[in-house]
């Protein structure tokens, strides 16, 4: 267009000796500039301005290979070692986590998604967390807590205060989904066709559909997965869920010794596609009409209907 260096910088925002020094730079054999030439150049140019990384030295990755690979060196031990026999070669621990992560150590027939030299370390590549480190993925946000639960609830004084769970027989097929109430220790169980949240909520809605209202109070389950979608739950029963503390399985005692004695039917590993819903009904009536000493010898059927059986 004609214009001048001075003109162009004023147009541009830039001082003239930028716009010159820039012109200067990429300028063609034929005095021309080219814009698009100007920025291949400039890329060409900027991947020889930092320092050449430590490990394209090939004698000293090749030693930082051989310790890892034969002697099980750790990166740490290779710098500090460096650093206390004066070596010429400095390297930090850092460095050779950072080349083993972008795979500059791996050996060259490292097939593709293998995990190379990392795993010839002591942790075998795993990723690790800091200590206090809580982790936050797929967390359930619990609602109430077993120690807001009521006293009523705590001291087994009515019916209608369960304990929820699931008995997993062969991994990744189907599991029963069980209720016991704290009082009577009366057993509910539906078989549902996975350990998903979906599938566990709708065996629960369906469990607790067949009670009255003042039979569903509150219930409290195990801290898994699996009950995720207990608000759901307890919007279509009318029902509280109190969680447990991590870690303290006897919060809900009287569920797990129930499962346990379901293992006695159902052990682990027990594919439970074999078992109709009939045979699972007859194992839970089988329960349920077995004395217990905690119940004065009595039945949880006849603890949970009043009722009195004559077995004799």
């Known amino acids: 267009m004609g214009k001048s260096i001075r003109s162009i910088a004023a147009l541009l925002g830039r001082s003239p000796a930028t716009v010159s020094r820039e012109r200067k730079r990429n300028q063609q054999s034929d005095g021309t500039y080219s814009s698009v030439q100007a920025e291949a150049k400039y890329h060409t140019r900027r991947k020889g301005c930092h320092r050449q990384h430590l490990l394209a030295n090939s004698e000293l990755r090749d030693w930082v290979q051989r310790l890892i690979l034969e002697h099980q060196w750790s990166p740490e031990q290779i710098d500090q070692r460096l650093k206390r026999d004066h070596s010429p070669w400095k390297i930090s621990y850092t460095t050779i986590y950072r080349g083993i992560e972008h795979h500059l150590l791996d050996e060259p027939n490292r097939q593709p998604g293998q995990r190379g030299i990392a795993r010839h370390l002591r942790h075998r590549g795993k990723?690790?967390?800091?200590?206090?480190?809580?982790?936050?993925?797929?967390?359930?946000?619990?609602?109430?807590?077993?120690?807001?639960r009521p006293p009523e609830a705590n001291e087994r004084r009515v019916i209608g205060h369960w304990e929820a769970d699931t008995v997993v027989g062969k991994i990744?097929?189907?599991?029963?989904?069980?209720?016991?109430?704290r009082k009577t220790r009366f057993l509910m169980a539906a078989k549902a066709a996975k350990k998903t949240a979906q599938c566990v909520k709708e065996k629960l809605i369906e469990l607790f559909s067949q009670l009255p209202h003042d039979q569903r109070l509150t219930v409290t389950?195990?801290?898994?997965?699996?009950?995720?979608?207990?608000?759901?739950?307890?919007?279509?029963?009318?029902?509280?869920?109190?969680?447990?503390?991590?870690?303290?399985?006897?919060q809900r005692g009287s569920n797990e010794n129930t499962n346990g004695l379901l293992r006695e039917y159902f052990p682990k590993r027990h594919d439970l596609s074999q078992d109709s819903n009939v045979s699972i009904a007859h194992v839970v009536n089988e329960l349920n009409h077995r004395p217990r000493k905690c119940l004065g010898w009595k039945t949880p059927?006849?603890?949970f209907y009043n009722q009195v059986l004559h077995l004799v």
Do not use: M
């Open 221 to 250: 389950p195990d801290r898994g997965k699996e009950f995720a979608w207990y608000a759901q739950v307890a919007g279509a029963c009318g029902i509280t869920f109190y969680f447990p503390n991590p870690h303290a399985p006897w």
């Open 301 to 303: 059927f006849e603890a």
């Open 172 to 181: 990744g097929s189907e599991c029963l989904v069980t209720l016991v109430d």
């Open 127 to 148: 990723s690790r967390h800091s200590k206090g480190y809580e982790e936050h993925r797929g967390k359930i946000h619990y609602s109430h807590s077993i120690d807001e």
